[in-house]
């Protein structure tokens, strides 16, 4: 996650540092976006641990490139503004947010549960879920992974393989784990998801509708629940057994 560091000229104006793997933070186009914590992200600390762990580095103006900055911007949008209208890759309208199959969420459902949540959503029994992200508010899920990972959650783009208008990609999302998770110490060790991803693109107005992730989540999970308790009990079964996403089990990524 990006902290929110933004500093006045001596004419009171806003000064946000340019990223240079995002779109649509700063500039004129942003000027009357409205920011969920009241002022546009600053990436630096987790721009520095994307490119300390980043598997590639793509040559601007690649595809691979071009997609990865489609992705970051997209998770930019949708964990940053809070107003539909604001948003300038994201389609409101044609909206719909899939996890591993799952049906899709509209863009008021996932503004209003997070985006954290959002991904992490399952169709597990609840007695078998290890994190069960209908427990956790917005504010809670964001603060819980948070505090997992001070220095945020990088993404990176490891393949691109068809696109647009359907732009299927493998994705990598990575951390370490600096911060306690539910209870658990953390590890201090690499936290890591692979998954595959297919963003629907409208040529005609180069923004972002339907949206799929495919990915198994115990990847992240299990890791999370490595760490003994901090209070010195032992650990649940559920946290002991992490299941994973069927689909996924069943892909080679």
Known sequence: MASSDVTDD????????????????????????VWRTG?????????RLFEEGRSN????????????????TW???????????DFKLIDPEAFDHSVNGTPGKKIEEVLLIGSYNQFLQTSLPEELRAYDPSKYTMQEAQTTFLNAFPRGFAIEILEV???P?????KFRHFSTFDGPFQ??????????????????????????GRIEFFYDPSELIGDLLKGPLLDGSEASTTARSVSGCPVLGKLQI
């Not at 580095?57 to 970051?72: D, F, I, N, T, Y």
């Open 10 to 33: 001596e004419s009171g104006v806003v000064q946000v540092p340019s990223d240079p793997y995002r779109s649509f933070i700063d500039g004129e186009g942003e000027k009357d976006t």
């Open 39 to 47: 002022a546009p992200p600053n990436y630096e600390v987790v721009n």
């Open 57 to 72: 580095v793509w040559a601007p103006g690649s595809r691979e490139e071009k997609v990865q900055r489609l992705l970051k």
């Open 75 to 85: 998770e930019m949008e949708i964990v940053h503004k809070v107003r539909p209208q």
């Open 161 to 163: 393989y068809s696109g």
């Open 165 to 169: 208008p359907k732009v299927a990609f």
């Open 183 to 208: 209870g658990h110490a953390p590890t201090n060790e690499l936290v890591q998801l692979i998954g595959i991803s297919i963003f629907t693109v409208d040529e005609s107005t180069n923004k972002v």
